[in-house]
Structure formats: structure tokens, C-alpha cells
């Protein structure tokens, strides 16, 4: 990759050791809560410790996890990758609690740890910051907490929400966002209100996972046909370990539907297939790429854009070996691209001199 | 459409209407004012003990409406304005009618029958399985019996697998019957065990499995809770389609009952060259966990799977979307209007890129005579 920039990896995963990891940024009583209540920690059902998907083989420690410490994460994601800059996104199910209380208690330890315990240690580190989904209000209390230390770049959401994201009660979330200039992270994983499939629930992981690209279809069309887009004309949407291929044949089927019934949502003035190719990101990994080179590139003139892709690992999930993170046949021009000049246009804040190396 | 608000770009436009043509998805509906949700039509098709219940109870769906869609469409019935009769009775309650306006002029050698609003997913099972029932009795009597160029779909109460079998092997030796139809949206993904029966019960009757887009199987229709607009719910039917497609594979449907043909009826076709790669991504990883799948998942929708064109995606430039065939196979692709519907896709103009004359009588008739049983008589 000598001929590349040096990346700035859009989606890598800090791994919450044990909940007791948080208890030093949790106060008294939610500090009790959790040992007298004997909450065993919040690894969700998105992530698995055992799965194959969770922790690549080779990344695995005595534990069978990774990703647990900064140095690590440096050693393993970073150092190999010459990667110069790299968003970190905890997916520790503080969202999926039932309770708000316990929502809005964890949101705040998880993104003090997060600061404390990575971003403090690496400087190449960046952060989303993880909101208590179970209300928007509360969702916004911690983005205005977070929002004045600048190595948080962005708000972090799952795609599996309460209620879908586009809907009118969770616009203080984009409007807070639009107003510190973050983007909104929209990350596989889900709060499970519902199940991950539009007909039920699946029956394995594997049937799970692959679903996620249907609930990012959803969300999409949700954000889209609410006019988030419209009211809040600087808010930039990434899409997270969502899948990239699936993305031309909905942009096609929305656009086409919109010209049928734009008279429901008389506020989408744009074709949806502008709208995405202008305010929507994907990290690159999952790609779901096709098998050969050559359809990869025919993709890529589906997608539309050489701007829409960040460069992600996915660390320590296992979406590819060694350090063969680019999928084969996407040409020189647009790897470049989707190393560091997308990200940089994507996230303002990593333009900031202050806080870059 | 009834609004077309685009000038599409220049592409060479073939007619398709010169050749005789299949329409794998037409909706007769039927005529008369409903009680509860159920039509008069039925009536005589229906016993005693049923009729007596919808006139006092109704049928109720899960979902909120007593009359009506969980979701207000754009036009009433959905459906093209023109499709209504002279009489202001309801579209595609009229087989002279359609033949005129639709069969006729757009010279459908075959089409295929899909009955919607047919109690199918009704909360009450028993009643869901007496409306089937009466449906296919309609669909014989009024129009394929009427229409030689007519198949009918086995409507059945897919939530009872017992009571669909049934309903399945009396129509098991009916020519007239080319297709068993269930809805998207169901209680549970499609490929799970539960609906098995239904599988076998087609596959030995060599009918085709049509597998059209809505119902209320009662869960949300996206995993972040109910979209608000119709159109959320039009585009996500792709979405519950990828989403039953995932189960039936994964679940080893088709590695059990190789000879199953499944028809994805209304919920779009770019997405499953994707789709395929997704799943082989992943299986390759998380195969132990499904070890009854012999191949690649992708191989059995290159194998058991065929989709219907209509709403057909329509990109920028549209040659993408013949791209997007070439990835799943032209014979996956079966030619569709939705007939009287408001989507309706002209066969004229649904298609406007370049085809070989193979891949165009193969999207446009062959392809249905491959996996509807009782089409290959049909001239064409």
C-alpha cells in the first residue's frame, strides 16, 4: 500500500473488558447498582465472544478476545495498516437496556473510559460518541457533554432502534449533531426492540448478520422520507459495517418509488439517489463484495460516486485476512480516495490541527 | 405509473408488445361490496358457519384497520384510475374487462392470477383457511375456467401449514392451477420449519411457490420499529423479500426439497446479485453453523429462485439494470405488469435497454413456461 496516503480507519472497536471496567466512571449509586443487582455486563447478542465474526482468528488472545487496550489495538489495527488516524466505535449494548436511567448512566461511563483509557493513550485515536438511544433528550444532554473535548468526531446510533431513526422525535439528535458538526454514525447492532428481519425473528446468527444490510435499507429510507435530510442541510449520515453492494438496487427502487409518490413527502425536493451520493457514507468494511474484479468496478459506477466510501478495518471483527482490507479491482484512483480524502471531508473535526497529529 | 414526472434517458426502446407475452402477476379481485373484508363474491363458495361469522365479526388482520391497508395508498385500491368499470366497480373485478384493457392489447398469452386481500394472515385461522379456500373456488369458476389464458394461484392460510396442504393437494391435479401463493410478511421467516409442509406439498404437485410482497405477519416492517409512509413500506418490501429469501436458504429449504421453485413476486430483482454475495461472505466464516447447505448460498438462487419484474428499478442510465441481471442469470427474470395496480409496468416500456432476441423471449414468456406448470401449451 506504499503508493497510498495513510489511512484513517473509520471503524474500529474498542473491546469493554469486564463491566467493572467502568465502575471508576460510573457514581456511587449506579456503581452499586451494578454489584449488588449483579449486572453481568452488556455484550449483546450483535457480537458474540465465541462467534467467528467477533474477533478474527489471528487476533484472538488466551480469552479468545482482542481489542481489549489501546496498545493493543495499535499493534494489531493500526501499526500494520500505516494507519494514521482511526474513529473508535464501542458497541457495548449500553442502548439495549430497557431502562433510560441505566442508559443515560452507562453512556457516560462508556465514553469517559473511552477517553481515559484510549484516547488520552493513542493519539491516532478518534471517537464516536455512544448516546442513550432509549430518548432523545438524554441522547442530546450527552452529546453536548462530549462535543467539547474535539477527538469526538462523530454521534454513534445502531441500526436497530426503538422507532425508526427518520421520526420526527429523535430530530434533536441531528440537530445537536448538525450543530457541533458531527456526522451520524448509524453501526450494525441493534437495541432489540424488534427483531432484525421485517418477518420475524431469525433463527441464526449467520441469518442475523447478513439482515443488518435490510435494517440499514430501512433506516435509510426512513431518514430520506422524513426529510432529515432537507431540514438539516449539513448533517453528513455514515453508514457502519452496513454492506456497500446492496446499496445501487435500493437507491434505484426508492428513486423510482419517490417519482410515484413523492406527493406523500412533498418535502424530498431531490431524487434519493442525489441525496444519498451527497449526504451518505459507508465504511468500507463488510463490502460484500462480488467474486470478480471487474463487477467490483461495474458496482462502483452503480454507487455512482468515488466520494461515499471511508476506509475501514473493522477491527477485530473478521471481515478479511491479513491486511487485504481494499476489496481486488477498485482502481488506484478510487483507493486513494477512500484512504483519507474521504474521511477527511467526512469528519471536519480530523482537519482539526489542535488535536491531529 | 399514473405520474411521470421524468424524462428517461434515450435508449433504444424495443417493442415487446409485437410477441405474445406472460404476466406472472395479475390481480383479479372480487366484485361486489364487502362485508367485514370479505366480498359477497365469495359467498357462495363459503359455508353457513363462515358467512354467518364474517357478517358479525368481520376479518381482522394484524394490524389497526377495520376497512383499509395498515397504510393509506397513493389511490384508492391502489389502482390505476382507468382500470375501474364503466360501473365504477372495482378494478380487476371483471375478466371482460381486463381482457379488453390489459390481456388483449398487451397480448398476455399467459397470466398469472394473484388473489390478494384473500384472508391471508387473517387472525383468525380458521377463517383465514375458509377465505383461501373460497378464493380458489372463485379464481376456477369466474376466471380460469372462463379464460383459457388465465392460470390461477393456489391461494392457502400459510399460517397453518396443515390447512394449506390440504388446500394444496385438492388443487394438486388442476391444470388450471400453475402457482401456490403466500404474502411476505409473515409470523415468522419463511424458511423455518413450520412452513415446510407447504414446500413439499408444492413441490410434489409441481407447482411453483409465488411469494408476493405485503401481508401482516405482525411485526414491525423494518428492524428500527414501523416506517410512517407508504412509501417506506413499497420500498421495504425488497427488504422483506431479501430478508424470507435469507431463511429459505439458509434454513436448507432447497438443499431438502431440491426441486421447489420459488417465484419472488413484486419486491424487485437488482438486490439479489448482492444479496448472494453477502450470504457467501458470511457463510464462508459461519458455515458451521448451517451445516445442512451443500453449496455456496448464491447457488440456490441461481437454481430455485426466479423474481417477477414488476415495480422494475429503474437506474440512471438503465443499462445498469441490465448489469444487474447479468449477475443473477437472465432466466431468473420473469416479466410482470401488476395489473390493475397503480405501479403498473407497461410491457412496452418497462425494459428500454438492449436485450438479445434469447434474453428477451426468455424474460417476456419462456422463462414462465419453465416454472409454471400447465404454461407450455400456451401459445407464444
Redesign the interface.
Known sequence: MSDRPAPIDCDVHPVVPDIKALLPYLDDHWQEAVVRRGIEGLTTISYPTR???SFRQDWRDESGRTAMDAATLGRQALDPFGTRLAICNCLYGVQAQYSEDLGVAMSRALNDWIAREWLDRDPRLRASIVVPMQNAELAVDEINRCAADKRFVQVLLL?????????RQNWPIYAAAERHGLPVGIHAG?MY???????????????E???????F???L??LI??GVFAKFPSLTVVLMES?V??L??????????????????PWVADPP?SIVRERVRLTLQ?F????DAA?VM?LM??VGSDEMLLFSTDYPH?QFDGTDALPAGLDASIARKIMAENPLRTYVRLNDRETTP | ??????NRSAAPIVSSTKMAIADCDIHPRPAGVGIGGVSKSLYPYLSQRWIEHVEAFGITYRQPWEKGAAYPK?QPQACRRDAFLPDGGSPGSDLRFMAQQHLDPNNVALGILNPLTSGQGATNPGLSAAIAHATNEWQKAEWTSQEPRLRGSVVIPYEDAAASVKEIEARADDREFSQVLLL?????????RRYWPIYEAAAAADLAVGIHAFGN?G??????????????E???H???Q???L??MI??GVFEAIPKLRVVLVEG?L??A???G???????R??K???PGLKRAPSEYIRTNVWFTTQ??????PRM??A??ID?IGWDRVLFATDYPH??FDDPAHALPFRMTEAQRRGVFMENARRVYRGSIEIAG
Open positions: 462467534n467467528p465474526l441500526v436497530g432502534s426503538e422507532v425508526t431513526l427518520g421520526r441493534s426492540r424488534h427483531p432484525m428481519t421485517p418477518v420475524g425473528w431469525p433463527t441464526t446468527f449467520t441469518e448478520y447478513v439482515n443488518q444490510a435490510t435494517a435499507q430501512s433506516q429510507t426512513s422520507a422524513e454492506g453492494s446492496w445501487p438496487a435500493w437507491m434505484w427502487r426508492l428513486t423510482k418509488f419517490w417519482k410515484g409518490l413523492r406527493s406523500e413527502i439517489s463488510p460484500d463484495a462480488p467474486p463487477s461495474r459506477e452503480h473478521w | 405509473m399514473n405520474v411521470d414526472v421524468l397513493n411476505s410478511r409473515t409470523a415468522e421467516p419463511l424458511g423455518q405477519g411485526w414491525p416492517n423494518t428492524a428500527g420499529g414501523w416506517g410512517s409512509y407508504y412509501i417506506e413499497m420500498v421495504g425488497s427488504a422483506s431479501q430478508a424470507l435469507t431463511s439458509l434454513e424487485g437488482a438486490w446479485a448482492a444479496l454475495w453477502r450470504l457467501d461472505r458470511q457463510w466464516k459461519l458451521q453453523e448451517v415495480p422494475i428499478e429503474e437506474p440512471e445498469h439494470l448489469e444487474a449477475w397503480w405501479d
